[in-house]
């Protein structure tokens, strides 16, 4: 037998004995980024929670749909009578573009610039055909900062930043938008041990610890997501444009000729969505994706699109609902993450793809945790996704031979930290590149 193929085969038992793995349900799959010839399989066609590495089909999707930068904003002039020249204003529609006045991206911003000295505005919301949650979302995830709400055109991503400022004799809060500053509100109650910043469901009010306001300190920042955001669009784009002496009219545009405007490049947002594991990026660039194709944004039609056009030829096609992996609907299988990766391989230059996934030891991403050695050059590539129960990483990994190789590791189903199951991957990933 081919040493190799032994080599694959002690791989394979070695995965199906771990005792980690085996207090979970645990799957595998190991490919040839040049040929797709599946090296090692174990439970490579079950179907798993995916969690965040749903985003490796979020980003084939933006890498197939969009181009060099994303559309901020659909827009069309408004002419006075019938005269040609100048636009006395603008009839627009978002884009779904989750950078429009974000503060990670506060660069580019031609939207802004744009509505800020556009005369007259009218906004058409009509496009936007979507919910604020995707399916499957925990609704108790409603105040947490990766579970912001979709809108047609986000606004500061859809989150209100508060910081606490550096005056330690008198502290107070920077608030971003300043417009929900009057939705601050002390909590009642007089519970010790509540430190916790809440927004009160389905409602503006933010709620500040009484007794414990004064322990945190200077500097410290917490993202709260703003509550029905598609129906705060108008008034936000006022506040933060200062548009307060222009008119603001919403208005449906009919079926007008919509010039784009483009706005940030795609790929520094597609590294926040795959580094930070950005949710509501990924939901909403998905979003942006239907808008290009279908002129509509709503996720639904861009899913099944990318399904059957983009990954058709695949085995075990997946049960699919949202961009960001927030949904324990999505049901994928380590086999076909990793026909996607391998088809990102033949498709994209690699000096592009490469780059656009965390490294093992970068700085504020999710694979800060693994270590790596000084000096060493970047070996893996990979995506990562947990939630309770959930641990999975996949990518490409170069072995010391220079062999590029994809994997794709799902485990679910356990209890208790996910850690040992990430070290359990680390460690055989790490086998798979020295024996390379």
Avoid at 81 to 110: E, K, N
Avoid at 241 to 256: F, H, I, N, V, Y
Wanted: proline letters at 8%.
């Amino acid at each position: 037998m081919h040493r190799a193929a032994v080599g694959h085969i002690s791989l394979k038992k070695e995965i199906e004995t771990s005792p980690v793995f085996s207090r979970g349900f645990t799957g595998f799959c190991l490919m040839d980024a040049e040929t797709g010839r599946v090296l090692c399989e174990v439970n490579a066609d079950r179907y798993f929670t995916p969690a965040s590495t749903t985003k490796i089909l979020t980003l084939a999707t933006c890498l197939a749909v969009l181009g060099d930068s994303v559309p901020a904003l659909r827009y069309f002039p408004i002419m006075e009578g019938s005269d040609p020249g100048f636009p006395i204003g603008l009839c627009f529609r978002g884009t779904g573009d989750p950078t429009f006045l974000h503060p990670d991206f506060q660069y580019w911003q031609p939207a802004a610039r744009m509505l800020r000295n556009g005369g007259l505005l009218i906004y058409d919301q009509g496009n936007f055909q979507e919910e604020r949650f995707g399916p499957g979302w925990a609704w108790d995830d409603y105040n947490d900062h990766y579970s912001a709400e979709r809108s047609g055109l986000p606004i500061h991503g859809n989150f209100v930043r508060l910081e606490r400022d550096s005056n330690i004799c008198d502290p107070d809060w920077i608030v971003e938008p300043a417009y929900f500053r009057q939705f601050l509100k002390s909590k009642d109650d007089y519970n010790l041990n509540d430190r916790e910043i809440r927004r009160q469901e389905q409602s503006d009010t933010i709620l500040l610890p009484y007794y414990h306001i004064e322990l945190l300190k200077p500097g410290y920042v917490i993202d709260v997501p703003v509550w029905n955001a598609q129906a705060k669009t108008p008034a936000l784009l006022q506040d933060r444009l200062g548009l307060s002496e222009k008119p603001l009219t919403e208005l449906a545009c009919g079926d007008l000729e919509h010039q784009t405007l483009y706005g940030s490049p795609l790929d520094t947002v597609l590294r926040r969505m795959m580094f930070q594991s950005d949710n509501f990026i990924a939901d909403q660039l998905l979003l942006v994706c239907s808008g290009v194709k279908f002129d509509t944004l709503r996720q639904a039609p861009v899913i099944r699109w990318a399904k059957d056009s983009l990954f058709g030829p695949l085995p075990n096609p997946p049960r699919w609902v949202d961009g960001s992996g927030l949904s324990r609907y999505n049901l994928v299988t380590p086999r076909y993450l990793a026909g996607v990766l391998q088809q990102l391989w033949l498709e994209q230059p690699h000096n592009r793809l490469l780059p656009l996934f965390p490294v093992p030891g970068m700085p504020h991403t999710t694979l800060d945790w693994w270590p790596a050695k000084p000096g060493e050059q970047p070996w893996l590539f990979a995506k990562t996704g947990s939630m309770s129960g959930v641990q999975c990483m996949s990518g490409y990994l170069v072995t010391k031979h220079d062999k590029v190789l994809i994997f794709s590791f799902m485990n679910n189903n356990f209890t208790g930290s996910g850690r040992p199951w990430k070290e359990e991957m680390r460690r055989i990933l790490q086998r798979i590149r020295d024996r390379g």
